[in-house]
């Protein structure tokens, strides 16, 4: 069993950088790939980034690539999004997610997480 908190949300201007984090409980945390998604009211729950269990890969969607880091640390059970550049449409609900994943192409996809957060809110301004 996992738990996740995600914290790190808020008001933002555009152009300008949040962090996001994800703590997790569990002793078994290093064995999860963990996941970051998005979602609005309007929008099914997108995929935002991704990270292997060991930090070695990381994968990002189309829409972020080159603004966001994603980046882990196994001793202190927490994985982290780095925003930068932030638009208004980065507008969304985030969740952090775990999984037991072991194929490269099933890290975007929702039902290859077991466990999920109960979300962040970020809001960019205009």
């Known amino acids: 069993q996992v738990q996740l908190v995600e914290s790190g949300g808020g008001l933002v201007q555009a152009g300008r950088s949040l962090r996001l984090s994800c703590a997790a409980s569990g002793r078994t945390f290093s064995s999860y790939a963990m996941g970051w998604f998005r979602q609005t009211p309007l929008k099914e729950r997108d995929f935002v980034s991704a990270i292997s269990w060991s930090g070695g890969s990381t994968y990002y969607g189309d829409s972020v690539k080159g603004r966001f880091t994603m980046s882990r640390n196994n001793a202190k059970n927490t994985v982290y999004l780095q925003m930068n550049s932030l638009k208004p449409e980065d507008t969304a609900v985030y969740y952090c997610?775990?999984?037991?994943?072991?194929?490269?192409?099933?890290?975007?996809?929702?039902?290859?997480?077991?466990?999920w957060g109960q979300g962040t809110q970020v809001t960019v301004s205009s």
């Open positions: 997610a775990a999984g037991l994943i072991r194929s490269t192409n099933d890290y975007p996809l929702r039902p290859a997480y077991d466990y």
